[in-house]
T-cell receptor, first 114, second 112 residues
Framework: KAGVTQTPRYLIKTRGQQVTLSCSPI?????VSWYQQTPGQGLQFLFE???????NKGNFPGRFSGRQFSNSRSEMNVSTLELGDSALYLC?????????????FGEGSRLTVL | AQTVTQSQPEMSVQEAETVTLSCTYD???????LFWYKQPPSRQMILVIR??????QNATENRFSVNFQKAAKSFSLKISDSQLGDAAMYFC?????????FGTGTSLTVIP
């Protein structure tokens, strides 16, 4: 069974640009969540989608947005990039609808903003 | 507010020895789930161990075990017979069923 796939793995952008990251969950998983990982900050929750609906949202500005498609694939978008957006963005999928089970993570998309 | 605190940014252990990673959390909920995740260098994060808060018995997975103290809101991870492959960043996390809350991580070095 294929794991969680994130694309692209690495990308470099400049301030003011926008970026779209993609996540394909494990087959059968309908919950997809996104996290921003930076040194010293750990994982910060961005948002979570279940069956195309955003169920939870973290404390990030509106420049961060996401969506989920009918096949459970998810995308997140960051507009008007800032230097502080440089981070590893992790996607995780889960089988359980009630968010109490194991999260399965992708390898992440490492974004560098210059 | 729901928070997770890992007070040890870095730890080291000799191969074959035992090490304990600390984690405390704060929540007003009575029903929740606790996790330890491992993130090896440049590799994806994987689950190490999971504990339901309503269970008094501490979870164990081979060389990994937890010491869950619900009243103290403490959830430490003990790694026995440490191996070189245990070197990684370890994250403590919990969820009440809505979102997951993660700590800032502990970087574990295993010394041969």
């Amino acid at each position: 069974k294929a794991g969680v796939t994130q694309t692209p793995r690495y990308l470099i952008k400049t301030r003011g640009q926008q970026v779209t990251l993609s996540c394909s969950p494990i087959s059968g998983h309908r919950s997809v969540s996104w996290y921003q990982q930076t040194p010293g900050q750990g994982l910060q929750f961005l948002f979570e989608y279940f069956s195309e609906t955003q169920r939870n949202k973290g404390n990030f500005p509106g420049r961060f947005s996401g969506r989920q498609f009918s096949n459970s694939r998810s995308e997140m978008n960051v507009s008007t990039l800032e230097l502080g957006d440089s981070a590893l963005y992790l996607c995780a999928s889960s089988l359980r609808a009630e968010n109490t089970g194991e999260l399965f993570f992708g390898e992440g998309s490492r974004l560098t903003v210059l | 507010a729901q928070t997770v605190t890992q007070s040890q940014p870095e730890m080291s252990v000799q191969e074959a020895e035992t090490v304990t990673l600390s984690c405390t959390y704060d929540t007003s909920e009575s029903d929740y789930y606790l996790f330890w995740y491992k993130q090896p260098p440049s590799r994806q994060m994987i689950l190490v161990i999971r504990q339901e808060a309503y269970k008094q018995q501490n979870a164990t997975e081979n060389r990994f075990s937890v010491n869950f103290q619900k009243a103290a809101k403490s959830f430490s991870l003990k790694i026995s017979d440490s191996q070189l492959g245990d070197a990684a960043m370890y994250f403590c996390a919990f969820t009440t069923g809505n979102q997951f809350y993660f700590g800032t991580g502990t970087s574990l070095t295993v010394i041969p």
